[in-house]
């Protein structure tokens, strides 16, 4: 069992920027993958970013490509989502999800693909 916790949400103004953390504890393996997705009021849960241990690698969406890195502190295995130049479009709750093996790359986007789930941290974009 692997529990996540996330912080790091709040409310900042366009342009501006957050650090989200997701910090893992329990049985974790040494081939995961873990990824950051978000849901908005009323849209469905979309994926962010992704980043796998095993043949390591880091994906993202293409509405965050260039403005959010996703990054790791390998000591304690704690995942960052750096976000800059935020828009009110990313206004959203994001979640970070884990799972112990290692998901081809075609599946990395795939909520369905992740075991764990944090609980949710909001990130509120306004001026």
């Known amino acids: 069992q692997v529990k996540l916790v996330e912080s790091g949400g709040g409310l900042v103004q366009p342009g501006g920027s957050l650090r989200l953390s997701c910090a893992p504890s329990g049985g974790i393996s040494n081939s995961y993958t873990m990824g950051w997705f978000r849901q908005a009021p009323g849209k469905e849960r979309e994926f962010v970013a992704a980043?796998?241990?095993?043949?390591?690698?880091?994906w993202y969406a293409d509405s965050v490509k260039g403005r959010f890195t996703i990054s790791r502190d390998a000591a304690r295995s704690t995942m960052y989502l750096q976000m800059t130049t935020l828009k009110p479009e990313d206004t959203a709750v994001y979640y970070c999800?884990?799972?112990?093996?290692?998901?081809?790359?075609?599946?990395?986007?795939?909520?369905?693909?992740?075991?764990?789930w944090g609980q949710g941290t909001q990130v509120s974009v306004s001026s």
């Open positions: 980043y796998r241990r095993s043949g390591s690698g880091t």
């Open positions: 999800a884990w799972t112990n093996s290692r998901l081809i790359n075609s599946r990395v986007g795939a909520g369905e693909a992740y075991d764990y």
